[in-house]
């Protein structure tokens, strides 16, 4: 799915009936794992948290069937990463903060993402990664892309893809899906004080099959890093 990404190989079957695919890949280069699995949840059952171990958070409680089973799918995510980390770690916990951001065992960066029926993770115990983001998103309609526009993107960013040959919706799925794993990456540090009109896309291009951003940040991040560069595919109609 990702360049520099192997099949990590698992024997573990699928836990239930929720669970319609599950995956593993590495990559050796920066000791990164990236959990990847299918689900439907139309065959949610409250009773899968206990069943597959995954820690069930009070604030969970009053939300929809969906929800609760996009967070169950999330969390099945991560437990294959971290039990490909190290065996033992299968039953750590991923543990939510006050802004309901995942918080990894101690020693491990990572992030969770998911849309519609897929949930993936990402994690590396790696000393020379310092952020790590990681975000998919259907590629948003017409309607959507005007109610965006200026929140999210600029005319000129949304200019710099499209002359890389890339449909305008594309474009600001990309545009979108990149600063939501920006902020993913930076939120350790920056906590929820994240505009995403701060991260500015300066240039884009396309590499294979692969839409590479570089946005620039202003100046209230430039203690820690000016510019970031994301990385993005087209995976069964998301970004």
Known sequence: MLNNFLNFYSNRSLPNYFIKKHKVFYNQNLNLYMGYCEFEFKEFDIQMFN?????FPDSLSPCTVKRKSE????????????????????YQKVEMGKFKEPIFPLNIIGSITH???IAICIATQSKNVNFLGIDIEPIISKLDFFALHD????YQELKIIKNSGIDYLLAATCIFSAKETIFKAFFYYLQNKIDFNNFKLYRAYTRGNTIIMKFRLEKEYSTFRREVLVKAKIYKKHV
């Open 51 to 55: 069943q597959m171990s995954i820690f």
């Open 71 to 90: 967070f169950l799918a999330g969390r099945y995510a991560s437990q294959l990463v971290l039990s490909a980390i190290r065996k033992d770690y299968f």
């Open 115 to 117: 849309s519609e029926n």
């Open 151 to 154: 929140k999210i993107y600029t």
